[in-house]
């Protein structure tokens, strides 16, 4: 008798296209090859998957987008339910944010401070979403272990630029640890120098305990895995075109098959085209970010910036610096970019990563980089994440708007989104699970608002203290 092939992954069908714009474009296109990441390019090559979708198949619940939120939602939909997933993505398996982020896992989701919940939703409410982000970073920490992903665990360093940030950072640390009691400490500038990093444009910073380093396409396809393990099925080169709603069941139409699905999972993050779902029309504001890794540090380069740790760190600037020294000695820098997709390989965007490289580091100013990409991350316009049931009846569920936040958050987020479709109900009443998104009000002119916003911020964050 023949033996069949070994099973192989998706070989992409159409080349990166490096001015996507979830905007403008329908959806993300079709069996597109990876962006020019680090992390894929180190990853190895990807897992068996199990094809682009063709003809007529039924599935108890479809998802739709194979990041880390849709893998993590199959792997415990499997793991948790008995139910076997199946995993429609447009492009290569995790093609998105989860294999171009910094792999900066924090006990964070959205982009609100513990003091902005608090104000929000009132102390009670803000330890309750703490208790929730601190489980799905124990998660997370959990699945590092088992899955393949280079972790670089010990916490997060938050650098303040200026020494009005640092104040600031100082009542954070306050907060966090009288009513969290999260054992945060605030670090004098001598400290951070001599026990941390030598980054020129420290003042002082904040130690969380609780950070871990992650190279992403690794720990994507160790979900892809897993969740196969367990029995999902994943679809890449299948853009989900349409979602038709019968009486009872849900009809997904692919370029090449229709999914017939009970329950659908949406977790398309910064990637969401605008005609994907009426519900979740203008509900995400995609916002681009830059990264670059330069080529490996020389001893005298990590003697001279002064690198005793792995750990993740950020900084405090409004439109942050984040960074990190790789395991092979690299560094790995991020920020902002550009605006649009049509101006995204705009070298002037790169540039900005090159001079807060060289202002932090000055000895590393001109370092080649080997590898630039860049993404689209998923900004809710409140800030936060929603894991929800938009309508009460109709088993359509989404997760996404972790604003930056969410390499950490998803594997809870993705464990939440399987546990609604399963048709178990959340345990407590966040406001993460509660209500939607909201939606711009202004969506045609948000970019507008970005321009400008992006103008004050630079402003605000440059200025030097008085
Ligand atoms: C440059 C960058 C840096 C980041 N850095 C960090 C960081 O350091 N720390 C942190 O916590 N977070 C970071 N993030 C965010 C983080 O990567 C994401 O929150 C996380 O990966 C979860 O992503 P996701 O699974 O929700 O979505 P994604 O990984 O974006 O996956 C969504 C998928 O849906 C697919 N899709 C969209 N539409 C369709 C359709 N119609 N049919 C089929 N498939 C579709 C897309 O192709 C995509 O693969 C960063 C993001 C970017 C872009």
Request: with cysteine; charged share 20%; proline share 8%.
């Amino acid at each position: 008798m023949d033996s069949l092939p070994p099973p192989a992954a998706f070989l992409p069908t159409a080349p990166y296209d490096p001015h996507h714009d979830p905007l403008r474009d329908p959806h993300p296109g079709q069996g597109r090859a990876y962006a020019p990441s680090y992390w894929v390019a180190t990853a190895g090559p990807p897992p068996a998957d199990d094809g682009p979708l063709a003809g007529e198949t039924d599935t108890d619940v479809a998802v739709i987008g194979s990041g880390f939120t849709g893998l993590a939602c199959a792997l415990f939909l499997a793991r948790d339910h008995g139910i076997t997933a199946t995993v429609l993505e447009a492009n290569t398996v995790a093609w998105g944010c989860s294999t171009r982020n910094g792999g900066q896992g924090q006990n964070a989701s959205g982009r609100l401070s513990r003091a902005q919940w608090i104000a929000r939703w009132g102390q009670e409410t803000a330890l309750a979403l703490h208790a929730e982000i601190l489980e799905g970073f124990e998660l997370f920490t959990d699945l590092t272990r088992e899955l393949d992903c280079e972790p670089q665990p010990g916490g997060h360093l938050y650098i303040a630029h200026r020494r009005r940030n640092l104040e600031k950072l100082r009542a954070d640390s306050d907060l966090a640890n009288r009513i969290f009691g999260y054992g945060t400490r605030i670090l004098p500038r001598e400290e951070v120098w001599r026990d941390f990093v030598h980054d020129a444009e420290a003042v002082g910073a904040l130690h969380e305990p609780l950070g871990m380093g992650v190279q992403p396409a690794k720990l994507a396809f160790g979900y892809l895995r897993a969740a196969r393990g367990a029995g999902a099925r994943i679809h890449p080169g299948s853009p989900v075109l349409e979602i038709r709603e019968e009486a009872e069941c849900f009809l997904l139409r692919t370029p090449g098959g229709l999914l017939r699905a009970r329950a659908v999972a949406i977790a398309t993050g910064g990637y969401t085209g605008q005609k994907l779902h009426p519900r979740l029309r203008s509900r995400i504001m995609p916002i681009l970010s830059n990264n670059m890794v330069t080529r490996p540090l020389t001893d005298s380069e990590i003697a001279a910036t002064g690198f005793r740790t792995r750990q993740v760190i950020t900084d405090t600037r409004t439109l942050r610096y984040y960074y990190r020294l790789l395991p092979d000695n690299r560094l790995q820098i991020g920020s902002r970019a550009a605006i649009t997709g049509a101006d995204a390989a705009n070298p002037a965007h790169r540039a900005v990563l090159d001079d807060g490289l060289a202002r932090k580091f000055p000895a590393l100013a001109g370092i080649a980089a080997d590898h630039s990409w860049w993404g689209w991350v998923d900004v809710s316009h409140d800030m936060m994440p929603r894991i929800v049931q938009p309508e009460a009846g109709r088993n359509l569920f989404y997760a996404m708007g972790y604003g930056g936040n969410g390499v950490s958050y998803s594997a809870q987020a993705g464990r939440r989104l399987a546990a609604l479709a399963a048709g178990r109900p959340l345990p407590q009443r966040l406001p993460i699970f509660q209500g939607e998104l909201p939606r711009h009000p202004f969506a045609p002119f948000r970019r507008l608002g970005q321009r400008a916003l992006y103008r004050l911020y630079h402003r605000r964050d440059e200025a030097p203290d008085a």
